[in-house]
């Protein structure tokens, strides 16, 4: 299961050596060698990693330790592995006290750091067998399959990445940004968002036709996409405001172009009109080529 990370390690050596692991597993990391620049900055992009990897002593008058109480006292849950050269056991327990989730030391193994990792994520996520069950869909993180009553939902490898992502923040709506960043990790990357919807709206189809026509991905318009047990059976209803009524644009609707009719929130969810196509260069096939990727 592909995860985003963030490191913060100011020896360039281990940071690289951490960073090489990460990746041969399909893991995006992001490396701060600062602890005051990170100091100032996790809080707010908290949301954005499944785990953080932390070294304990910096130059300057932040530590580690003080990272780590400021995610603490913040309410922030987001794992947290210590990962320092200081064996003691008094670090080790202070580690643990301020509300690390696991400490390693270096020198490390690949296997080692890999195996914490994964260990501590599905801790504090609630899944610890690696997989998670919604309704009649089971999502095995570890196979990276999906099944609904015993029987396999063959996806290609972006909807499994959808679902994956999906599937590790069960009832969290997560943004088309977010989406982005786990199929594509910067490479490649379409210029436009609603390649996203292309991809839900496949993976939607194949798990209903799967399970009877029932859905657990609901739309949250304006935010993006969460998937729970009790998603609304019209996928595509999203909220509704006080003032009146949102519109339904289904998947069909966003293949071929429809209007979404009174209340639908243009350029969302659904393909651009031949006006719209015609002064935004080339991104109705640009879609297309990304979807026949896929």
């Not at 839900?200 to 729970?228: D, H, P, S």
């Not at 519109?247 to 393909?271: H, M």
Request: glycine share 10%.
């Amino acid at each position: 299961m592909g995860m985003r990370i963030l490191l913060i390690e100011d020896d360039v050596a281990c940071a690289r050596a951490v960073e090489a692991s990460l990746s041969s597993e399909g893991h995006f990391c992001e490396t701060m060698a600062s602890a005051q620049d990170c100091y100032g900055s996790i809080i707010p992009k908290n949301d954005d990693y499944d785990v953080v990897i932390l070294d304990i002593h910096f130059p300057g008058k932040v530590d580690g330790y003080d990272i780590l109480v400021k995610l603490r006292e913040s309410g922030i849950k987001v794992p947290v592995l210590i990962l320092s050269c200081i064996s003691s056991v008094a670090h080790k327990v202070k580690g643990l006290y301020y509300g690390a989730d696991d400490y390693i030391t270096k020198p490390f193994h690949k296997s080692e750091l890999l195996a914490r990792i994964k260990a501590i994520v599905r801790r504090t996520r609630g899944h610890p067998e690696s997989i998670v069950r919604v309704g009649n869909i089971s999502i095995n993180l570890d196979h990276k399959c999906v099944e609904c009553n015993g029987e396999i939902i063959h996806l290609t490898k972006k909807e499994y990445g959808m679902i994956e992502l999906l599937s590790s923040r069960l009832g969290t709506v997560l943004t088309k940004e977010m989406f982005l960043s786990h199929l594509y990790r910067e490479l490649d990357e379409p210029s436009d968002d609603k390649i996203i919807d292309v991809f839900m709206c496949k993976l939607r189809k194949k798990l209903k036709v799967a399970n009877g026509g029932k859905n657990y991905i609901e739309t949250v318009w304006g935010r993006g996409y969460v998937l729970k047990e009790c998603a609304s059976d019209d996928e595509e209803s999203g909220s509704k405001s006080s003032g009146g009524s949102v519109s339904k644009s289904s998947g069909d609707d966003a293949k071929s172009g429809g209007s979404g009719g009174k209340g639908a929130r243009p350029g969302y969810n659904k393909w651009p009109t031949e006006g719209e196509r015609g002064g935004a260069g080339n991104k109705a096939e640009e879609r297309r080529n990304y979807a026949e990727e896929a």
